[in-house]
């Protein structure tokens, strides 16, 4: 199985922002950095 970064952090984020709505403006920037530094480095991919 092979897992990229990018939606698995989608997910989390997704999970984190339905417990926790106040958390909301965080998470997301806490993602988008993130996703751009994964864009600016190229893809992780998590093998399982």
């Not at 990229?4 to 988008?32: E, H, Q, R």
Request: aromatic share 8%.
């Amino acid at each position: 199985m092979q897992v990229t970064l990018g939606p698995l952090i989608s997910l989390i984020a997704g999970v984190l922002i339905l417990i926790m709505p106040k958390l909301l403006n965080y998470i997301i920037a806490v993602y988008l950095i993130v996703v751009g530094i994964v864009g600016l480095f190229g893809p992780i991919n998590l093998k399982f």
